[in-house]
Nanobody
Framework: QVQLVESGGGSVQAGGALRLSCAAS????????TGWFRQVPGKEREGIAS????????SYADSVKGRFTISRDNAKNTVYLQMNSLKPEDSAVYYC????????????????WGQGTQVTVSS
């Protein structure tokens, strides 16, 4: 099994920045890629960024492209999400997830999920 633990959430003013971390443990060699998702109450969970473990290739949703950066430190089994120029509409619970086969921003591509961390952006 793989366990994922997110950290780094919190409250920030619009225009500010936060960095989220996702630490993986367990059978980490199974992880081919890691993604970040976010969800607000009453809305579907949105995939916003993903990264291949081996190559570092990335993919972003249009809603965060140019503002958020996903990166990884394979030696630490940790993936990061640097969030800059934050907007109130970025407020959500942020989840990291890991998958074993084909990278995508769709939820069904992921096999393991963290518990989530809250990000609140005030205007």
């Amino acid at each position: 099994q793989v366990q994922l633990v997110e950290s780094g959430g919190g409250s920030v003013q619009a225009g500010g920045a936060l960095r989220l971390s996702c630490a993986a443990s367990g059978v980490t060699w199974r992880i081919a890629f890691t993604g970040w998702f976010r969800q607000v109450p009453g809305k579907e969970r949105e995939g916003i960024a993903s990264i291949w473990t081996a190559t570092g290739a990335t993919s972003y949703a249009d809603s965060v492209k140019g503002r958020f950066t996903i990166s990884r430190d394979n030696a630490k089994n940790t993936v990061y999400l640097q969030m800059n120029s934050l907007k109130p509409e970025d407020s959500a619970v942020y989840y990291c997830a890991a998958g074993r086969t084909f990278m995508s921003l769709a939820q069904n591509a992921y096999d393991y999920w963290g518990q989530g961390t809250q990000v609140t952006v005030s205007s």
